[in-house]
């Protein structure tokens, strides 16, 4: 129902704003902006996202039925039970969900977004087979999205290549900042799904998480005793060099446990394009949806009203140029990027505003454009209040990555 709502407002705000531009600022050229911005992302959903996804989804899910069959996935889930089982307490003890969305959570983690889409839409099919009503989100699965959502990144690697694209000359100054944001953003996902599910709060939970965020703190604590180019070499090997580990461990361990690696590879491989073919309907129809509003004109008002209100309330707005970043971030990863390299154009990589923007860049994930992939790889049409619970982490981890900008660059 949320969901419903969400796409119906973004079609009737867009053509509302279209007819007020073109009654008020005789703009004639508004509603082919419109139909042309439909028809560019009914086809990039395919072309850009889709396809190139297919390749990546049969590789991985591949290797991760070589780890399930030479029992990986089970250790791995194991070892974490006592942590996810409090999280996700009607996924049974060692169940292969918890060892699949915690290789979900360590790809985001390490910046790598391709493999971690392969690993979380396997666990989302997991917790589905769990699921007793198919067609409306189980608890599990909406704590599984919420956190992914809230996009803990350890080596935001992207955003860091992309500040050297722009000439910085300190490229990794936002890497402690990026963290720090989404870490922030990651624990109120926590807060607020667990609080509604009435999740159990005792000192196993407590301690896992002070536990983690000690890791988190003590990674932060590292990264600032390097030089700048120590920082660089550190993102640029330590994700790629994990994630060729994992790989190479899988297929090595399946090969040690007599595992026809080869053959549990095409095996696995064979359901990334079934899954390509049930999400397609679900990209086009919300990416549609979030070109239109966008193309209206509906982020610049939005932005324009928030920093109104903001500057009212004898609030500092000098991070109000970078804020369409963290407006557009939940909507679309593309459109946050894009805005986010225009502000480092215009204001510069290493200012206060092009800084800042990186901040939101790294403090959140495309909250909108996850649910219709993981939800819609399983064919759940009740999203309950994963919606509301995903932008609510994202507004939390916002505000606390303004905080953080003013702290760390201001």
């Known amino acids: 129902m949320a969901l419903n709502i969400v796409w119906i407002c973004f079609f009737i705000i867009a053509f509302v704003i279209a007819i007020i531009r073109f009654f008020v600022d005789h703009d004639t050229t508004i509603f082919k902006t419109l139909v042309d911005g439909m028809f560019d992302s009914a086809k990039s959903s395919v072309m850009d996202i889709a396809l190139p996804l297919t390749g990546t989804m049969a590789f991985f899910l591949g290797l991760m039925n070589i780890a399930e069959k030479a029992g990986a996935i089970q250790k791995l889930a194991k070892w974490l039970s006592p942590f996810m089982q409090r999280l996700f307490p009607e996924v049974p003890a060692n169940h292969p969900a918890h060892g699949e969305m915690v290789m979900n959570f360590s790809a985001n983690m390490l910046g790598l977004d391709n493999a971690a889409t392969p690993f979380g839409l396997k666990a989302m099919q997991s917790l589905q087979n769990l699921n007793t009503d198919k067609t409306t989100a189980s608890n599990a699965q909406i704590m599984f999205l919420v956190l992914h959502t809230s996009g803990l990144t350890l080596i935001p690697l992207s955003i860091i290549a992309y500040r050297i694209s722009k000439g910085s000359a300190e490229p990794t100054s936002v890497f402690a900042a990026c963290v720090a944001g989404t870490v922030c953003t990651t624990l109120a996902a926590i807060f607020i799904t667990g609080i509604k599910q009435k999740i159990k709060w005792d000192a196993v ?18 990264i600032t005793t390097l030089s700048n180019d120590q920082k660089n070499i550190f993102s640029n090997v330590s994700g790629n060099l994990t994630l060729l580990i994992i790989v190479i461990a899988i297929i090595a361990g399946g090969a040690y446990k007599k595992v026809p690696v080869f053959d549990a590879f095409i095996d696995g491989a064979k359901e990334g394009f079934a899954v390509i073919i049930k999400i ?131």
């Open 280 to 410: 397609i309907p679900y990209l086009v129809g919300m990416l549609v949806a979030i070109r239109v509003f966008r193309d209206s004109g509906a982020l610049g008002y939005l932005t324009n009203g928030i920093g109104f209100m903001i500057q009212l309330l004898g609030f500092n707005t000098d991070f109000v140029p970078a804020l369409p970043v963290a407006i557009m971030k939940p909507f679309s990863g593309a459109g946050s990027r894009a805005l986010m390299l225009d502000a480092m154009q215009a204001y510069g990589p290493d200012s206060f505003v092009g800084k800042t923007a990186c901040t939101f860049m790294g403090s959140a994930d495309t909250t909108f454009y996850i649910i219709a992939l993981y939800f819609g790889s399983v064919g759940i049409k009740k999203v309950r209040y994963a919606v509301w619970a995903g932008l609510f982490a994202d507004i939390i981890g916002v505000i606390f990555a303004i905080i953080i900008s003013y702290i760390s660059f201001h």
């Open 205 to 222: 939970l407590i301690s896992w998480l002070l536990c983690i965020s000690a890791a988190i703190a003590g990674l932060l604590w590292y």
